[in-house]
């Protein structure tokens, strides 16, 4: 691949947390660049680092030292108001447990992010319910989260992460709570968001069969990155 500037680039990260007497190193020293258009798969068993990889990365959490850049933009050294500003305007989310406003709509719910940004009520509205198509909800859009199955709750959460067409989607375990036939249409709908839009999409799991969809592999243990490999012309990691 052709190196240009990172859109996310990890310098030399390290996050303790402190535990009463005990401190635990959750990412031991991280460097990472990932570019546009990439699908990452950060992987590794349960509590390699994945999640607080993911949460530097979002900045969601401070780095103990070293730094992240998203952009360019030192995003270690903002203040808790520019973070939030600068996730409203770059950074989408998919979680694992869908986190859909369960008073809301699936419209209402996808069309929230788009109110962050100030469009107003019709133009969202409309934006959401091609993105519900998208995602194949079309008769599912004026339902609650409550009347939705998991399956289509996550890809109302899938439109809503997309819907701004944001710099960076991040996700951490998106089919965890999902059987394994859905969570493959559900990684097929997210690659395929990411090749209509180009767009960057950092994935956690810990499941090698969600592992495959991505375009590259960075493995974790212990804080560490022990693999990082991508996918070639056949599809074959090297
Ligand atoms: P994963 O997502 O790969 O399962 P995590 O990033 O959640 O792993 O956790 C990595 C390590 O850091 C684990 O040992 C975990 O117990 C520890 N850890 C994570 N978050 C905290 C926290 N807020 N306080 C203390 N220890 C934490
Ligand atoms: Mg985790």
Redesign the pocket.
């Known amino acids: 691949m052709a190196q240009k500037r990172p859109i996310i680039h990890v310098q030399d990260i390290r996050k303790v ?1 402190r ?1 009463g007497e005990e401190e ?1 190193v ?1 990412l031991n020293r991280i460097n990472l660049k990932i570019y546009k258009g990439e699908v990452c798969c950060i992987f ?1 068993t ?7 990889l993911l949460n530097q990365l979002a900045g969601m959490e401070k780095p103990t030292s070293g730094r992240v850049l998203i952009q360019g933009r030192n995003i270690s050294a903002m203040s808790e108001e520019e973070l939030a500003a600068f996730r409203q305007r770059n950074i989408g989310f998919i979680f694992q447990s869908y986190n859909l406003l369960p008073s809301m709509t699936a419209v209402e719910n996808v069309a929230m992010p788009l109110m962050f940004r100030g469009v107003g009520k019709e133009i969202r509205e409309r934006q959401a319910r091609v993105l519900l198509e998208r995602v194949g909800l079309s008769h599912r859009m004026d339902h609650y989260p409550g009347q939705m199955s998991g399956g289509q709750q996550q890809r109302a959460g899938i439109a809503r992460a997309f819907v701004t067409r944001p710099q960076v989607v991040f996700a951490d375990e998106p089919t965890g709570n999902l059987d394994s036939r859905t969570t493959e249409e559900i990684m097929k709908m997210i690659m395929g968001f990411a090749r209509k839009y180009r767009e960057t999409i950092i994935l ?1 799991t810990h499941d090698p069969g969600m592992a495959r969809f991505a375009d590259r592999i960075v493995t ?1 243990k212990d804080g560490n990155i022990i693999g990082d490999e991508r996918k070639d012309e056949d599809g074959r990691y090297e």
């Open positions: 947390y535990m635990v959750a590794g349960s509590g390699s680092g994945k999640s607080t956690v974790l």
